[in-house]
């Protein structure tokens, strides 16, 4: 047990060096405007849309229980994955968490992680059918890669991904059988069958590069495009899906948003929710781009790492990265 939150402790404390580091410089503003350019606005001049936001569910950091990504099943229950922990947890209604998997640990301990230094679970994404694909980043050619889990059964690698890139964002397109993922070191999204096979680079433009340390994090399909966010920019990113499947022309959709992980669009037009990771906030971004703040770490958030939506109920995981005092889940109510 001293061993293990040796490795722990050793790991986050690369992370919260990266993280603070790199959130610091983090540029305000990226130098491409939005489509349609609209000056942020704040919470002080626009109302919270989100209420009765209560802490779900705590996790235990020692135990490298750091939630970094969640994807939603029918019912109100959660799948989570622990970043620091190499695992795959169901989080019940009730709060029980069960941990599903656990991943490998590579022969060098992940230390050729790139930016990070530990092997890491990252995105994740559930199919109607209940199986789970998720990434695990490691910096070993055998590990690294596109991840599935079916009911019931085993973790396997489906698809192998670079080494030396950061698998990070995960998306999966049901009607198309492909799944999406943000390399935010590599500056790439990249297609997989979801019967598993050969990953190819679907877009590398440059609004998804990194300016130092992660470039390209969470990752959406919506409205016939694939949609990303940008940490170091702060900015979100269109890309639409041309006849063929091909990738086309990147716009900026909103800037402003440093350290921006993750989102999730609430269901009008497209209109979403992001977690501003080193800040500990979640944004309301509107189509135009302009943005108010509806959470804070006065409701519980501990650098938030993702979100997602049920009707009208937000989901919303925070690591502690940073903070290291309380990961957890936060669930929050949606007003329209």
Partial sequence: MAKKLSTLSASAAVLVTALTAALASAPALASTPPRTPTPPTTSAAVPASLDHARIAAHFDLASGRTPENIALAPGGDAYVTFAAGRQVAKVSRDGTTRILATLPLPADGGVRTPVLGFPLTVGITRAHDGTLYFLYATGASDLTGVWRLRPGGRPERIAALPADGLPNG???????????????????????????????????????????????????????????????????????????????????????????????????????????????????????????????????????????????????????????????????????
């Fill in 170 to 336: 995960l998306a999966l397109d049901a009607r198309g059988g492909t799944l999406y993922v943000t390399d935010s070191v590599l500056g790439t999204i990249w297609r997989v069958p979801t019967a598993g096979g050969t990953a190819t680079a679907w877009s590398t433009a440059p609004e998804l590069a990194s300016t130092g340390f992660l470039g390209a994090n969470g990752l959406k399909v919506h409205h016939g495009a694939v949609w990303a966010g940008n940490l170091d920019q702060g900015t979100v990113v269109r890309i639409p899906v041309l006849p063929g499947g091909h990738a086309g022309r990147a716009r900026i959709r909103a800037t402003g948003l440093p350290g921006i992980d993750d989102f999730a669009f609430t269901g009008h037009g497209d209109r979403l929710l992001a977690t501003l990771n080193g800040s500990s906030r979640v944004a309301l971004v509107r189509p135009d781009g302009s943005h108010s703040i509806v959470l804070t770490r006065a409701d519980g958030l501990q650098n938030p790492t993702s979100v997602a939506l049920r009707g009208h109920t937000v989901y919303v995981t925070s690591a502690a990265y940073v903070t290291a005092e309380d990961p957890n889940l936060l669930l929050a109510r949606l007003n329209d």
